[in-house]
């Protein structure tokens, strides 16, 4: 056997016991993340074919019409409704998200102390729990006890109970998810632009351009990447708004704030209709898996070029 023969058949074996090692090593992760997320999701796709309901256990064994629920959601005023109102959030919350974390990244790479000195701040929102979120600005939109409201009173100003009020539930959400997430976007997006080629500003700069010119023909096109990167995956997480729902508006009023996550968890554990509300939910679940898929297929796209 030639040396060149041997050292080939020796990389195939490093290469056969480096893969045998690689899938030993991502097996238990697997196995649990099968267990916690796989089996849960059968269940899942398997009761949406069921009408189940709680105060009839033998429903979530009858397969007779498995397409039911899901024919019945066409008909659902109520959870066309939800979805609307899940549109709305995204999209407010996202837009806001992304222009707040992108201006304050854009302060704080300026180079100016103040703002400098502010940048641990900024993330604090982000690494707090979501219930403690939501608590935070229950007691915010509490005019009883909030110094929002007790600073507003005491300058003259009416401000409106902005979690009841129907003109305002919705952006009551959108601001307490935006403070909550804006950090997300601050981070990545002052990450850019610290990796941003600093011989390109001075060339734009030593040719006359001024700072909206250096921004609009350097640094946005720089970043434009990773403010798509953040607004896919922020559009991904703006569906699980649950905990800010739940404890602000509770959907309300009426069906302002009702959400698609919400109106199923009512439809299961206020009504009983597992089946149906498992059906709403795979509906969603789908709906992420697509954004999902578009948000890595940037990710991939963007890395490539």
Not at 6 to 26: C, G, L, M, P, W
Request: glycine residues 6%; proline residues 6%; contains cysteine.
């Amino acid at each position: 056997m030639t040396p060149g023969a041997t050292k080939d058949s020796a990389n195939r074996s490093y290469e056969r016991q480096r893969r045998r090692f690689v899938r030993a090593a991502i097996a238990p992760s697997l196995l649990f993340l099968v267990l916690v997320a796989g089996l849960p999701t059968l269940f899942l796709l398997v009761t949406s074919l069921t009408p189940g309901a709680l105060v009839n256990p033998g429903s979530l064994s009858d397969f007779g019409e498995p397409l039911r629920n899901y024919k019945l959601l066409a008909d659902d005023a109520r959870f066309i409704n939800s979805m609307w109102v899940q549109a709305r959030l995204s999209l407010y919350s996202v837009v806001l998200q992304v222009l707040l974390g992108s201006g304050l990244a854009l302060l704080v790479h300026s180079g100016q102390q103040r703002w400098q000195s502010l940048r641990h701040l900024f993330v604090i929102p982000m690494v707090l729990p979501p219930i403690v979120v939501a608590v935070i600005w229950k007691l915010i939109y509490t005019p009883d006890i909030s110094p929002v409201y007790q600073a507003a009173r005491v300058l003259g100003v009416a401000l409106p109970a902005m979690t009841s009020h129907v003109d305002f539930a919705l952006a009551s959400i959108v601001i307490a998810d935006t403070w909550e997430w804006a950090p997300f976007t601050f981070l990545m997006v002052l990450a850019a632009l610290q990796n941003l080629p600093g011989e390109y500003v001075e060339a734009a700069r030593m040719d006359g351009a001024d700072a909206l010119r250096v921004f609009g023909h350097i640094v946005l096109p720089y970043i434009a990447p990773v403010l798509l990167v953040c607004t896919l995956f922020r559009l991904i997480d703006s569906i699980k708004a649950f905990p800010l729902i739940f404890l602000l508006t509770g959907g309300g009023p009426g069906s302002v704030t009702e959400v698609t996550n919400y109106y199923a968890y009512l439809v299961a554990f206020n009504f009983g209709e597992l089946g149906y509300s498992s059906a709403i939910t795979v509906v969603l679940l789908a709906a992420t898996v697509l954004i999902s898929w578009a948000a890595m297929r940037a990710s991939r796209t963007q890395g490539a070029e």
